[in-house]
């Protein structure tokens, strides 16, 4: 019944964009931060952004700033990682998740603190 799916991947060219989907259902997400995190190959899962209930408080990673927008549609438990200016970097699995834990005033940037995940969605840039 616990499902989290995210959609939305794909090959891409550098520079181009792409916008990412996560739908949740079986579990609640009213007062829990959600988050979008990616593993490239062979490396450790990393936060991307992660967003608050109300998304009064965003976290981006550095490498991301200015070219990634992450919003939320609470009333449908719909999520969006909108990926402008793509560059190869960026390759990797791309997970949509929900923290374990309601009611953090700030978003939880730890893989860790998050509870419920997807199966990912593959990005790829090409140069």
């Known amino acids: 019944q616990v499902q989290v799916v995210e959609s939305g991947g794909g090959l891409v060219q550098a520079g181009g964009s792409l916008t990412l989907s996560c739908t949740v259902s079986?579990?609640?997400?009213?007062?829990?931060?959600m988050g979008w995190f990616r593993q490239p190959l062979d490396k450790e899962r990393e936060a991307v952004s992660c967003?608050?209930?109300?998304?009064?408080?965003?976290y981006y990673a550095d490498s991301v700033k200015g070219r990634f927008t992450f919003s939320r549609h609470n009333a449908a438990n719909t999520l969006y990682l909108q990926m402008n200016a793509l560059k190869p970097e960026v390759t990797a699995m791309y997970y949509c998740?929900?923290?374990?834990?309601?009611?953090?005033?700030?978003?939880?940037?730890?893989?860790?603190?998050?509870?419920?995940w997807g199966q990912g969605t593959q990005v790829t840039v090409s140069s």
């Open positions: 998740a929900r923290a374990q834990n309601a009611g953090s005033p700030v978003p939880t940037i730890t893989a860790g603190a998050y509870q419920f």
């Open positions: 079986g579990l609640p997400t009213d007062d829990y931060a």
């Open positions: 967003i608050t209930w109300t998304g009064d408080r965003t």
